[in-house]
């Protein structure tokens, strides 16, 4: 699957920003879905997941309650609804696909994601 982030740019601290993410080519609607975010220096951390059929999400302890993951299955594309962002949020954000098809979980490492967008630049200034 080809994977297309978009959404990203300059926000204050304490403002939003939603991201998206287009993909093509295998059934969209068969996998879990991630975003992942890596800030300069730092390794790739997960943000946020969902299930293929969007009835189950995980995020990480950092943006719990800040960010909500969804996807829209008909239009194959995962979003990532950033609010109250933090300085510390600034970082490349990454989505990507699940490397199997149905699981009723959302995978947390980044090893059981197989397919990456380009990445698009979030950056909050404080």
């Known amino acids: 699957v080809q994977l297309q982030a978009s959404g990203g740019g300059l926000v204050q601290a304490g403002g939003s920003l939603r991201l998206s993410c287009a993909a093509s080519g295998r059934t969209f609607s068969s996998y879990a879905m991630g975003w992942f975010r890596q800030a300069p220096g730092k390794e790739r951390e997960f943000v946020a997941g969902?299930?293929?059929?969007?009835?189950?999400?995980l995020y990480a302890d950092s943006v719990k309650g800040r960010f909500t993951i969804s996807r829209d299955n008909a239009k194959n594309t995962v979003y990532l609804q950033m609010n109250s962002l933090k300085a510390e949020d600034t970082a490349v954000y990454y989505c990507?696909?699940?490397?199997?098809?149905?699981?009723?979980?959302?995978?947390?490492?980044?090893?059981?994601?197989?397919?990456w967008g380009q990445g698009t630049l979030v950056t909050v200034s404080s």
């Open positions: 969902i299930n293929w059929s969007g009835g189950r999400t």
């Open positions: 990507a696909a699940d490397r199997s098809s149905g699981r009723f979980y959302v995978p947390r490492p980044l090893a059981d994601y197989g397919s």
